[in-house]
């Protein structure tokens, strides 16, 4: 299953091939009716050409000269490079997510995963490259992305009900008090919190927090959402329980992926990479970079307990660990 296209450019299943096409940004792709194929579209100066669909094995060469921008992208990290001080810790990072793509940003401790969330959030900028939103550069925070991190997500002083409020006010400004209201309390019942819109952040417990912090961030209606690490300050049984909500929300959003929000999650842990993405990066450290993007095709919805045992599911979880631990001063087979 792990597709890190060759040099001269990507044979092999046609899914993982239409993937590094789009991520290279060379294409982008739509459904042109529902229950359609995928079809290649390719879009000269604006103007989109349909491309037919395209056999597995279909060799690069013949798309080479394409290069024009790709449609439907969501986020676009072009050539990032980021240094504290002297130290380097993203080096040269593309990567480009369609509308709806559940993306995990895993790696070792260190490897800069929380810095790239960081610049994605627009709160550090990178010193090379750029990163764009909906086609437009980002020049700091905005409304078009919410962000959830391990600790700190809400504001201690508001109550949960007064922390999802602000999100729904910022993001519909100009809606009634009762509208607010309703939206905010239907943002905490849809996390399970219906009862908790008086209480304070510190009488909630850390998975009750986080479900208020996912609940704010939705509430701000944006397209992409930033999750740093959300769960991982957490016990294993919350976390599962967190991990099902999360899939259960971003789910329920719509059957067509365009529908859903565009997420970036960080983590560390290659079970929850695998059942929530639809794309794992995996990263490499000293400095920060991409080793290499796997397409998740595992069937939805994702039930643990069906899923863990499968041989596909094994498969994956063996490849990404190996992949991790390249070049790491460890034995690969004893870490998994
Ligand atoms: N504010 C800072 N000042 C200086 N160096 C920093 C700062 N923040 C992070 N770094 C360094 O940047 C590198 C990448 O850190 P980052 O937190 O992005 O890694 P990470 O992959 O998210 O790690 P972890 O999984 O342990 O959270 C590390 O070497 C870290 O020490």
Known sequence: MLF?????GGRGDWRQFRDWLVRQQLCGFRRLSPGDRWHLVHCPGGECR???????????????????EAVMLSVRVEGVSFAHGAQTVLRDIHLAARPGEFVCLLGPSGCG????????????????GRILVDGRPIKGPGLDRAVVFQDYS????????????????????D??????????RAHLARVHLEDAFDKMPAQLSG??????????????????????????????VTRTVLQDQLLELWQGE????????????????????????????????????????????????RVRRSLYPTVTFQT?????????????????DRAA
């Open 154 to 173: 809400l504001f201690p002083w508001l109550s949960a009900g007064e922390n999802v409020l602000m999100a729904v006010r910022q993001a519909f400004p």
């Open 175 to 184: 809606r009634s008090r009762a509208f607010h209201h309703e939206t905010a």
């Open 4 to 8: 890190v296209p060759d040099a001269d």
């Open 113 to 128: 995963k929380s810095t790239l969330l960081r610049l994605l959030a627009g709160l550090e900028r990178p010193d090379r």
């Open 316 to 332: 994956q979880r063996q490849a990404l660990v190996d992949l991790l631990h390249q070049g790491l001063p460890l034995d690969a």
């Open 207 to 236: 998975g009750m927090r986080q479900r208020a912090a996912i609940a704010r961030a939705l509430a701000q209606d944006a397209p992409v959402l930033l999750m740093d690490e959300p769960f991982g300050a957490l016990d294993a």
């Open 50 to 68: 349909d491309l037919g669909h395209r056999a597995p094995g279909t060799s690069l060469a013949a798309l080479a000269p394409v290069r024009e």
């Open 254 to 301: 719509g059957q067509e992926e365009p529908q859903r929000k565009t997420v970036f999650f960080v983590t560390h842990d290659v079970e929850e990479a695998l059942l929530l993405a639809t794309t794992v990066v995996v990263m490499g450290t000293r400095p920060g970079t991409i080793k290499g993007v796997f397409a998740i095709d595992l069937p939805r919805p």
